[in-house]
């Protein structure tokens, strides 16, 4: 039963996760960029922040019950796979964790000392370039986590066959 659970969230996180990655955010820069505003990409920003923000945490917070609910089933599996599952439960609870509160907390306070619309930037400004490499680390960070989602739906499916 707890097993059902724990691949139900997982799976309902990953799903979202996807989503967001694949539909919402390109979706949004494309659409409000159609417009051809001279700030679409601060809105669309914003609105990506929101959404992503959401993921994260939701992200963060079924790792923590995945951590907590590991152990439950201990012995029903064999060292290795519980280790790859921790470890890959882990994964995810850093990686939105650090996507969450560190990454994008430091892209909100770059994009506040611009002062402007993101935009309207130089590109070669350091604040903007620095921007730039924190939505790369982002995307990193939630990247490994979806992968380690996938490891650990793939372990979690496994044990419940057993």
């Not at 439960?89 to 939105?96: A, P, S």
């Not at 509160?101 to 604040?127: E, G, Y």
């Not at 680390?137 to 986590?145: D, F, I, P």
């Amino acid at each position: 039963m707890i097993n059902s659970v724990r691949l139900t969230l997982l799976a309902m996180w990953f799903g979202a996760a996807i989503f967001f990655s694949a539909v919402v955010a390109p979706a949004v820069f494309s659409v409000l960029r159609s417009f051809a505003l001279s700030n679409s990409g601060e809105i669309a920003g914003a609105i990506v922040n929101r959404s992503l923000s959401i993921v994260n945490v939701a992200g963060f917070g079924v790792g923590l019950f995945l951590l907590l609910t590991l152990f439950v089933r201990k012995g029903s599996q064999g060292r290795i796979a519980f280790l790859l599952e921790c470890l890959s439960v882990v994964v995810i609870v850093v990686g939105t964790g650090v996507g969450h509160w560190l990454i994008a907390a430091k892209m909100r306070a770059l994009r506040i000392a611009m002062a402007i619309p993101i935009d309207q930037v130089a590109p070669d400004d350091p604040r903007r370039m620095a921007f730039n490499d924190l939505h790369g680390y982002s995307v990193k960070a939630l990247g490994l986590a979806m992968i380690a989602a996938l490891i650990a739906m793939t372990l979690i499916s496994r044990r419940q066959r057993q």
